[in-house]
Protein backbone atom coordinates (compact mmCIF):
# COMPACT_ATOMS: atom_id res chain seq x y z
CA UNK A 1 0.00 0.00 0.00
CA UNK A 2 1.14 3.54 -0.85
CA UNK A 3 2.33 5.88 1.89
CA UNK A 4 -0.14 8.69 1.90
CA UNK A 5 2.53 11.11 3.50
CA UNK A 6 5.01 10.11 0.67
CA UNK A 7 3.32 8.71 -2.58
CA UNK A 8 6.87 7.89 -3.79
CA UNK A 9 6.97 4.97 -0.92
CA UNK A 10 4.87 1.75 -0.65
CA UNK A 11 4.19 -0.82 2.62
CA UNK A 12 4.37 -4.19 0.81
CA UNK A 13 4.29 -8.16 2.44
CA UNK A 14 6.90 -10.47 1.71
CA UNK A 15 4.23 -13.21 0.43
CA UNK A 16 7.36 -15.39 0.06
CA UNK A 17 11.22 -16.62 0.85
CA UNK A 18 12.63 -19.19 -1.64
CA UNK A 19 16.26 -20.38 -1.37
CA UNK A 20 17.63 -19.95 -5.00
CA UNK A 21 21.28 -20.69 -5.29
CA UNK A 22 24.07 -20.82 -3.18
CA UNK A 23 23.88 -17.59 -0.90
CA UNK A 24 21.14 -16.22 -3.00
CA UNK A 25 17.78 -15.37 -2.04
CA UNK A 26 15.21 -14.83 -3.58
CA UNK A 27 12.35 -12.50 -1.99
CA UNK A 28 8.64 -11.59 -3.28
CA UNK A 29 6.54 -8.34 -2.39
CA UNK A 30 2.84 -8.33 -2.84
CA UNK A 31 0.25 -5.61 -1.99
CA UNK A 32 -0.67 -6.38 1.54
CA UNK A 33 -4.81 -6.17 0.21
CA UNK A 34 -3.54 -7.62 -3.05
CA UNK A 35 -3.86 -4.44 -5.17
CA UNK A 36 -1.84 -4.06 -8.35
CA UNK A 37 1.57 -2.73 -7.51
CA UNK A 38 3.16 0.36 -10.14
CA UNK A 39 4.41 -0.48 -13.39
CA UNK A 40 8.13 -0.97 -13.81
CA UNK A 41 10.41 -1.50 -16.51
CA UNK A 42 13.20 -4.23 -17.09
CA UNK A 43 16.42 -3.21 -15.63
CA UNK A 44 14.19 -1.08 -12.85
CA UNK A 45 15.24 -1.34 -9.21
CA UNK A 46 13.61 -0.49 -5.59
CA UNK A 47 14.97 0.67 -2.48
CA UNK A 48 14.61 -1.59 0.59
CA UNK A 49 14.43 -0.34 4.10
CA UNK A 50 15.63 -3.45 5.38
CA UNK A 51 15.81 -2.36 9.05
CA UNK A 52 18.42 -0.27 11.48
CA UNK A 53 18.24 2.20 9.56
CA UNK A 54 19.74 0.79 6.28
CA UNK A 55 18.72 1.27 2.69
CA UNK A 56 19.46 -1.26 -0.26
CA UNK A 57 18.55 -0.96 -3.82
CA UNK A 58 17.69 -4.60 -4.95
CA UNK A 59 17.11 -4.98 -9.05
CA UNK A 60 13.05 -6.05 -9.71
CA UNK A 61 14.16 -9.71 -11.35
CA UNK A 62 10.67 -10.71 -12.79
CA UNK A 63 8.80 -10.35 -15.81
CA UNK A 64 7.96 -6.13 -15.84
CA UNK A 65 4.21 -7.92 -16.97
CA UNK A 66 3.57 -8.72 -14.13
CA UNK A 67 1.19 -6.16 -11.77
CA UNK A 68 0.96 -8.01 -8.95
CA UNK A 69 4.46 -9.12 -7.46
CA UNK A 70 7.73 -7.75 -7.54
CA UNK A 71 10.60 -10.14 -7.05
CA UNK A 72 13.98 -8.90 -6.06
CA UNK A 73 17.38 -11.68 -5.67
CA UNK A 74 19.79 -10.95 -2.71
CA UNK A 75 22.99 -11.96 -2.06
CA UNK A 76 23.79 -13.58 1.51
CA UNK A 77 27.34 -11.39 1.57
CA UNK A 78 29.14 -12.00 4.64
CA UNK A 79 31.98 -10.12 3.75
CA UNK A 80 29.82 -6.92 2.99
CA UNK A 81 28.75 -3.71 4.86
CA UNK A 82 26.07 -5.86 6.70
CA UNK A 83 22.84 -4.93 4.80
CA UNK A 84 22.08 -8.30 2.84
CA UNK A 85 23.28 -10.17 6.69
CA UNK A 86 20.26 -8.28 7.92
CA UNK A 87 17.81 -8.32 5.74
CA UNK A 88 18.31 -12.01 4.91
CA UNK A 89 18.55 -13.34 8.55
CA UNK A 90 15.65 -10.99 9.87
CA UNK A 91 13.02 -10.70 7.27
CA UNK A 92 9.69 -12.87 7.68
CA UNK A 93 7.25 -13.76 5.56
CA UNK A 94 3.87 -12.02 6.14
CA UNK A 95 6.33 -9.01 7.23
CA UNK A 96 5.72 -5.49 6.00
CA UNK A 97 8.82 -3.55 4.25
CA UNK A 98 9.14 -0.29 3.13
CA UNK A 99 10.15 0.25 -0.09
CA UNK A 100 10.07 2.89 -2.80
CA UNK A 101 7.81 2.83 -6.26
CA UNK A 102 10.75 1.73 -8.87
CA UNK A 103 12.67 3.76 -10.87
CA UNK A 104 15.23 2.72 -13.67
CA UNK A 105 18.90 3.54 -14.39
CA UNK A 106 19.13 0.72 -16.66
CA UNK A 107 16.92 0.91 -18.74
CA UNK A 108 16.66 -0.98 -22.55
CA UNK A 109 17.03 0.78 -25.97
CA UNK A 110 14.39 1.07 -27.61
CA UNK A 111 15.61 0.80 -31.23
CA UNK A 112 18.52 -2.08 -30.75
CA UNK A 113 18.29 -4.83 -33.29
CA UNK A 114 19.72 -7.51 -31.01
CA UNK A 115 20.65 -7.42 -27.90
CA UNK A 116 23.49 -8.87 -25.51
CA UNK A 117 23.14 -9.51 -22.06
CA UNK A 118 25.63 -10.26 -20.00
CA UNK A 119 25.23 -11.33 -15.96
CA UNK A 120 27.63 -12.56 -13.63
CA UNK A 121 26.29 -14.27 -10.41
CA UNK A 122 23.97 -11.80 -8.47
CA UNK A 123 23.86 -9.70 -11.90
CA UNK A 124 21.49 -11.93 -13.42
CA UNK A 125 18.54 -9.98 -11.81
CA UNK A 126 17.97 -7.09 -13.78
CA UNK A 127 18.83 -9.02 -16.99
CA UNK A 128 16.42 -11.55 -16.11
CA UNK A 129 13.74 -9.19 -16.08
CA UNK A 130 15.15 -7.79 -19.50
CA UNK A 131 15.10 -10.82 -20.84
CA UNK A 132 11.25 -11.45 -19.91
CA UNK A 133 10.65 -8.15 -21.99
CA UNK A 134 12.56 -8.71 -24.94
CA UNK A 135 10.86 -12.07 -25.04
CA UNK A 136 7.39 -10.63 -24.92
CA UNK A 137 8.31 -8.26 -27.56
CA UNK A 138 9.77 -10.52 -29.67
CA UNK A 139 12.87 -8.90 -30.09
CA UNK A 140 16.37 -10.46 -31.25
CA UNK A 141 18.52 -11.63 -27.61
CA UNK A 142 20.58 -13.52 -26.16
CA UNK A 143 21.38 -13.99 -22.48
CA UNK A 144 24.93 -15.47 -20.77
CA UNK A 145 24.89 -15.86 -17.09
CA UNK A 146 28.08 -16.44 -15.75
CA UNK A 147 28.64 -18.47 -12.43
CA UNK A 148 31.07 -20.39 -10.62
CA UNK A 149 29.20 -23.66 -10.45
CA UNK A 150 26.10 -25.42 -11.41
CA UNK A 151 24.62 -24.53 -7.40
CA UNK A 152 25.02 -20.96 -8.01
CA UNK A 153 22.72 -20.73 -11.06
CA UNK A 154 19.49 -18.79 -9.72
CA UNK A 155 16.26 -18.82 -10.84
CA UNK A 156 16.73 -21.94 -12.90
CA UNK A 157 13.65 -23.16 -14.27
CA UNK A 158 12.57 -19.42 -15.33
CA UNK A 159 15.67 -19.14 -17.02
CA UNK A 160 15.57 -22.51 -18.76
CA UNK A 161 12.05 -21.57 -20.04
CA UNK A 162 13.47 -18.27 -21.42
CA UNK A 163 14.78 -18.64 -25.28
CA UNK A 164 18.42 -17.45 -26.15
CA UNK A 165 20.04 -18.43 -22.95
CA UNK A 166 22.98 -19.98 -21.81
CA UNK A 167 24.80 -20.88 -18.29
CA UNK A 168 28.20 -21.10 -18.35
CA UNK A 169 30.25 -22.46 -15.29
CA UNK A 170 33.85 -22.20 -15.34
CA UNK A 171 34.50 -23.59 -11.44
CA UNK A 172 36.14 -20.53 -10.58
CA UNK A 173 38.35 -20.12 -13.33
CA UNK A 174 37.16 -17.53 -16.03
CA UNK A 175 39.64 -18.83 -18.66
CA UNK A 176 37.62 -21.86 -18.72
CA UNK A 177 33.85 -20.05 -18.83
CA UNK A 178 32.21 -17.49 -21.10
CA UNK A 179 34.96 -16.23 -23.57
CA UNK A 180 33.43 -12.30 -23.42
CA UNK A 181 36.61 -11.24 -25.44
CA UNK A 182 35.55 -12.93 -28.46
CA UNK A 183 31.59 -12.31 -27.72
CA UNK A 184 31.98 -8.83 -28.42
CA UNK A 185 35.45 -9.13 -30.69
CA UNK A 186 33.37 -7.02 -33.75
CA UNK A 187 31.12 -4.17 -32.89
CA UNK A 188 27.93 -4.81 -34.55
CA UNK A 189 25.86 -2.02 -35.84
CA UNK A 190 22.24 -2.18 -33.71
CA UNK A 191 23.83 -4.40 -31.48
CA UNK A 192 23.60 -2.89 -27.65
CA UNK A 193 25.31 -5.35 -24.80
CA UNK A 194 24.11 -4.58 -21.20
CA UNK A 195 26.22 -6.11 -18.29
CA UNK A 196 26.12 -6.48 -14.38
CA UNK A 197 27.93 -8.50 -12.09
CA UNK A 198 30.67 -8.76 -9.19
CA UNK A 199 34.20 -6.12 -10.09
CA UNK A 200 36.20 -8.65 -11.83
CA UNK A 201 32.90 -9.61 -14.21
CA UNK A 202 32.25 -5.99 -14.84
CA UNK A 203 36.23 -5.28 -15.67
CA UNK A 204 36.23 -8.31 -18.25
CA UNK A 205 33.20 -6.69 -19.81
CA UNK A 206 34.15 -3.21 -20.14
CA UNK A 207 37.68 -4.43 -21.51
CA UNK A 208 35.74 -6.62 -24.33
CA UNK A 209 33.60 -3.68 -25.38
CA UNK A 210 36.51 -0.59 -25.23
CA UNK A 211 36.26 -0.57 -29.05
CA UNK A 212 32.29 -0.94 -29.61
CA UNK A 213 30.87 2.65 -29.63
CA UNK A 214 29.61 4.10 -25.86
CA UNK A 215 26.12 4.59 -26.85
CA UNK A 216 25.52 0.80 -27.44
CA UNK A 217 27.34 -0.35 -24.54
CA UNK A 218 25.02 0.04 -20.83
CA UNK A 219 26.13 -1.52 -17.64
CA UNK A 220 24.71 -1.38 -13.58
CA UNK A 221 27.35 -1.94 -10.85
CA UNK A 222 26.43 -3.50 -7.74
CA UNK A 223 29.73 -2.14 -6.12
CA UNK A 224 32.15 0.65 -7.30
CA UNK A 225 34.47 -0.26 -9.85
CA UNK A 226 37.51 -1.55 -8.00
CA UNK A 227 39.70 -0.03 -11.46
CA UNK A 228 38.48 3.52 -10.21
CA UNK A 229 40.25 6.38 -8.07
CA UNK A 230 39.23 7.18 -5.03
CA UNK A 231 37.52 11.17 -5.78
CA UNK A 232 40.31 13.37 -6.11
CA UNK A 233 40.48 16.40 -3.85
CA UNK A 234 39.21 20.18 -5.26
CA UNK A 235 42.43 21.40 -6.64
CA UNK A 236 41.30 25.29 -6.92
CA UNK A 237 40.82 24.87 -3.20
CA UNK A 238 43.95 23.48 -2.46
CA UNK A 239 42.96 21.59 0.54
CA UNK A 240 39.41 20.09 -0.92
CA UNK A 241 37.21 21.67 1.20
CA UNK A 242 34.64 23.77 -0.80
CA UNK A 243 31.53 25.52 -0.18
CA UNK A 244 28.14 24.83 -0.72
CA UNK A 245 25.00 27.44 -1.16
CA UNK A 246 21.15 26.13 -0.51
CA UNK A 247 19.51 28.41 -3.69
CA UNK A 248 16.08 28.73 -1.77
CA UNK A 249 17.94 30.47 1.34
CA UNK A 250 20.79 31.72 0.46
CA UNK A 251 22.88 29.46 3.28
CA UNK A 252 26.24 28.83 2.65
CA UNK A 253 27.54 25.62 4.15
CA UNK A 254 31.52 24.85 4.17
CA UNK A 255 32.27 21.29 3.30
CA UNK A 256 35.46 20.06 4.72
CA UNK A 257 38.04 18.15 2.82
CA UNK A 258 37.53 15.16 5.24
CA UNK A 259 33.40 15.27 4.45
CA UNK A 260 31.10 14.24 1.77
CA UNK A 261 28.41 16.64 0.52
CA UNK A 262 25.99 14.71 2.74
CA UNK A 263 27.51 14.82 5.59
CA UNK A 264 28.19 18.61 5.59
CA UNK A 265 24.43 19.29 4.71
CA UNK A 266 23.31 17.03 7.78
CA UNK A 267 25.64 18.93 10.10
CA UNK A 268 23.49 22.09 9.11
CA UNK A 269 20.36 19.80 9.81
CA UNK A 270 19.63 19.59 6.05
CA UNK A 271 19.18 15.24 5.55
CA UNK A 272 19.49 14.15 2.07
CA UNK A 273 18.56 10.15 2.21
CA UNK A 274 21.50 8.02 1.11
CA UNK A 275 21.98 4.44 0.61
CA UNK A 276 24.78 3.22 -1.77
CA UNK A 277 27.84 5.99 -0.29
CA UNK A 278 29.51 5.58 -3.64
CA UNK A 279 27.79 6.96 -6.51
CA UNK A 280 25.57 3.85 -7.80
CA UNK A 281 21.93 4.47 -6.52
CA UNK A 282 20.84 7.46 -6.92
CA UNK A 283 19.35 7.61 -3.67
CA UNK A 284 21.09 10.98 -2.95
CA UNK A 285 20.64 12.74 -6.64
CA UNK A 286 20.25 16.32 -5.86
CA UNK A 287 19.89 19.42 -8.64
CA UNK A 288 21.99 22.01 -8.78
CA UNK A 289 21.71 25.50 -10.21
CA UNK A 290 25.21 26.78 -10.34
CA UNK A 291 29.30 25.48 -9.92
CA UNK A 292 32.04 23.18 -11.43
CA UNK A 293 31.01 19.76 -10.33
CA UNK A 294 33.71 17.14 -9.89
CA UNK A 295 30.85 13.77 -10.31
CA UNK A 296 32.01 10.78 -8.93
CA UNK A 297 29.57 8.19 -9.68
CA UNK A 298 28.37 5.70 -11.65
CA UNK A 299 24.80 6.54 -12.95
CA UNK A 300 24.63 9.29 -14.37
CA UNK A 301 24.57 10.53 -18.11
CA UNK A 302 25.67 13.47 -19.30
CA UNK A 303 22.35 14.79 -19.66
CA UNK A 304 21.93 14.31 -16.23
CA UNK A 305 25.08 15.68 -14.83
CA UNK A 306 24.83 18.87 -16.52
CA UNK A 307 21.31 19.11 -13.77
CA UNK A 308 22.11 16.87 -10.96
CA UNK A 309 24.85 15.60 -8.58
CA UNK A 310 24.90 12.60 -6.40
CA UNK A 311 25.67 14.06 -2.79
CA UNK A 312 27.59 11.32 -1.45
CA UNK A 313 29.97 11.45 -3.73
CA UNK A 314 30.03 14.64 -5.99
CA UNK A 315 32.67 17.47 -4.82
CA UNK A 316 32.88 21.20 -6.17
CA UNK A 317 35.82 22.00 -7.99
CA UNK A 318 36.17 25.46 -7.37
CA UNK A 319 33.99 28.39 -6.25
CA UNK A 320 30.43 27.88 -5.24
CA UNK A 321 28.00 24.94 -5.99
CA UNK A 322 24.45 26.34 -5.57
CA UNK A 323 21.84 23.17 -4.83
CA UNK A 324 18.71 23.33 -5.96
CA UNK A 325 17.11 22.76 -2.60
Not at 24 to 41: D, M, N
Not at 85 to 113: C, D, E, H, W
Not at 212 to 241: I, L, M, R, T
Amino acid sequence: MADSSNPSTLHLQIKQIRWEATDIYAFELVHPQGQALPAFSAGAHIDVHIGDGLIRQYSLSNDPQETHRYVIGVLRDEAGRGGSRTFTGNARVGQLLKVSVPRNNFALAANAQHTVLLAGGIGITPLKSMAHALSHAGASFALHYCVRSDDRIAFKDELAALPGTQCHVDGGDPSQGLNIAALLATPQEGTHVYFCGPPGFMKACKAATAHWPAAQVHSEHFQAPVADAPASPNQAAGDGSFVAQIASTGQTIAVAAHQSLVEALAGEGIEIATSCISGLCGTCKVGYVSGDVEHNDHILGADEQSQCLTACVSRARSGILVLDL
